[in-house]
């Protein structure tokens, strides 16, 4: 007798799919060990399995042309294709594409493999728990004005979160299995209630011509609760009406290049300061975008701006294109952009400085893989920290942070190093290694310092005792710097989430899903009430806080 293609694939499932954490060592995404997982990718390696899996979904949605079909790399790859292949037999051939997990960094630089009509979308996938997957692909087509309402997947879990998920999209989920036909259940800690967003989008905007290849920090916005600026890929430097997104003005930079304005703008008192790679500092007039001054001393400027109102100084790191003078850093007078002092390095300083007004000392490190740190006033070099790694392994990347509490500097290193820094005498306090780089910018918040990494993780260090508080997986590299934020701990990730943490360390409260790469530190209005945040390729958002999601342990955020 034969088989439906149901009881074929049900068969398949429970003997190739299902894996026991009794017979071998299963780990979830956090890190923890799992007792049970499916694995469907074994069943769709199967020929014959993968084709009834496409003949199920054609038995489910045959009458519900036409349409086209896609899905989130990788899992649905396999099921995408056996269904295209499937149509093509029955006489109607579907369209059909792929929504990358990250965009590409070379090529045309896209999020979506194949090319999208404009006939209805189904999506599809393999299995759906918590619907994360599912929601990237609903941001990714939303920004391209898209949406669906069907989902087809194998197994549906059932899960609190997933069906919170398609109620509050009103997307329907068809699925021939659900964890009773295997006798799974899901644990309480997975049964848990939905992570809603904790942000709703106000308004977005989208300079031309991003950089795609390059997926690391670029320039944060800043704001003055009237405007939002911020630099971008294509040499044009913006300001935001805060309210409703639209371009009060912008101004070009006076040569464009391949990166074009990657530092982070700081505004005091009615003028915004930034760096530019056409080897410019530049100083402009909120109101107009006019140009107030520009220094010219370098070739390119990837590094921000630090300020120091009470002395009348802008600190900033310069890069050159002379061989054993490929950097410095430099103070320049706030009012007229003529240089105060300048100290060389051997290679480029791309880092930002970082300034402390309570002691007036300037702290930045350097691609000479040391942490200088200056009187402010003077630019006196008061000592230089050597980092562990070697030649060019040890550079400091970004700005580092002031310990204000314990006269202590934390910097992360592209050795994969968190130092802790003795103010006084330069010399290494104690430090966390970490399996990545440390682009990051530490955020201290009291006894507590967080920091990312690309190994995926966040860190969070108690100062106070000097040990690791909390490790936290993420599951995706971590570029951009944590920020405090209307009382809670900001920071993005490469999946294109924003994560929202409780000043404690302990708790994820909320998230919200971006199309791309979320590389920058975000920044608040508390006058307006908004959070901004741009993409790595430039994409700038406003957003709207919503109450915080139950609090969940950190470490089950990534299951």
Sequence with gaps: MMLSARNRLLLAIRHSAILRGENQRLVSPSGRANEWLIDMRRVFMDARMLDAAAELFWTMFADKGPFQVGGMEVASIPLVSAILMKSLARGAPVNGFIIRKERKTYGAGGLIEGVLNDLPIVIVDDVVNSASSLEKVRVVLEALGRGFESVFVLVDYKSERGMAWRDRHSIEVAAPFTLKDFDLKLKPAHRQGPRTPNLEEIWSFAPPDPNFFHRVPKSFPATDDERVYFGSDCGLFYALDARDGSVAWSFQVHSQGHKNIWSSPTVHEGRVYFGAYDGNVYCLDCKTGEEVWRFGGADWVGSSPALAPELGLLFIGLEFAVEGRRGSIVALDLQTGEKVWEHLTKRYTHASPAYSPARQLVACGSNDDEMFLFDAKTGTRLWRFQTRGQSGKG???????????????????????????????GKE????????????????????????STDKHLYILNLKEQRLHNKVHIGSKIYGPPRLLNGRVHFGACDGRLYEMSIQGNEITGYTQFPDAITNAPCYSEALDLLFISTYVNQTFALKPLPSAPQTKASEFAA
Excluded: M, N
């Excluded at 970004?398 to 968190?418: K, N, S, W, Y």
């Excluded at 290694?433 to 990051?440: A, D, F, K, P, R």
């Design 395 to 425: 550079s400091i990347r970004h700005a580092p942070a002031f310990d204000e509490t314990r006269g202590q500097l934390v910097t992360g290193c592209a050795d994969g190093v968190i130092y802790v820094i003795d103010l006084e005498t």
């Design 429 to 452: 306090v104690w430090s966390v290694q970490t399996e990545g780089t440390i682009y990051t910018v530490p955020l201290v918040v009291g006894d507590l310092a967080f920091v990312g």
